[in-house]
Every structure is written in structure tokens, then in C-alpha cells.
């Protein structure tokens, strides 16, 4: 066995022994508080946990799906669906920080808008006491001018 054959056991045994560490998740119907689930391979080649003997890796192809460990990765699939089976509805980051920026502009729009109607109310309030101003001096001078009868 040359050494190329001793590195790819040595890789192959890393992706065996994270893809039954959450296969063994997957059977206890429960994940470790600590633990973290790989939300694809590229995740699974940077998972690296010292306590739970899990190395790195940074070829690509070790869990490519036609690569030399495509049985290892089938599984990894199969217990990824099971333990974290909405992960392939997520967002990725730029839909996410696109998304950010919409909400954004639309808070400072509409905060914009807010500013604007009060202003429009507190002017509209303004005139209306005014307006009720006037009224009563009107009516006042009215008064003085057309007294009610049956007063004389």
C-alpha cells in the first residue's frame, strides 16, 4: 500500500467517523446542546471537534457525491435530512443581507412617511384651533353687533 492509498484511508476514516457520530444523533433522537450539524459537505470537511475526535479535511472531492467516498456520502445525506431536514430551505447569506437591506430601506421609508403625517397633523391641528379661534371672535363680535332679542 503506497502512502496516497494510507491518506485516503486515513481521510475516508475522518468522513466515516462524522457521518456515524450524527447517524448515532439520528438514532438517539437527539443532538448535544454543543453540538454542531454540518449544513453541507463543505461544512462536514471544516467540522472539527478535538473532544469528539473529529478532524478537518480541505479537498472538496473526499464527500463529492460521485468521489471515492460516495457511499459515506449517500449517508451523510440521508441522517443531513433527517437531522436537520428543513436545511435545504435556508437562505443563503447574500438572499439573507438582501433581504436586510429591503427591510432597511423600507423602516427608513416609512419612518420618512411618519414624520411627514405628523408634521401634516400638528399644522392641521394648528389651523383648526385657529379656525375655532376665529369662530369665537366672530361670534363675539356678532353678538355685540346683533344682540339677542328679548333682552331689551
Avoid: Y
Avoid at 468522513?15 to 433522537?29: H, M, P, S, Y
Avoid at 420618512?112 to 361670534?139: K, P
Amino acid at each position: 500500500m503506497g502512502k496516497g492509498h494510507s491518506v485516503a484511508g486515513k481521510v475516508r476514516s475522518r468522513l466515516n467517523a462524522k457521518v456515524c457520530l450524527l447517524e448515532q444523533w439520528a438514532r438517539d433522537g437527539t443532538t448535544p446542546s454543543d453540538a454542531m450539524i454540518p449544513k453541507g459537505p463543505a461544512a462536514l470537511a471544516r467540522w472539527h471537534d478535538s473532544a469528539r475526535g473529529l478532524e478537518s479535511w480541505t479537498s472538496p472531492n473526499i464527500a463529492a457525491p460521485n468521489g471515492p467516498n460516495a457511499d459515506l456520502r449517500l449517508r451523510f445525506d440521508a441522517v443531513l435530512r433527517i437531522l436537520a431536514p428543513d436545511q435545504s430551505n435556508l437562505p443563503d447569506d447574500k438572499l439573507v443581507s438582501k433581504f436586510d437591506e429591503v427591510l432597511v430601506a423600507q423602516i427608513v421609508t416609512l419612518s420618512e412617511a411618519l414624520q411627514v403625517s405628523e408634521a401634516s397633523l400638528r399644522r392641521s391641528q394648528h389651523l383648526l384651533l385657529m379656525e375655532r379661534e376665529r369662530t369665537a371672535a366672530l361670534i363675539a363680535q356678532a353678538a355685540k353687533v346683533f344682540p339677542l332679542s328679548g333682552s331689551n
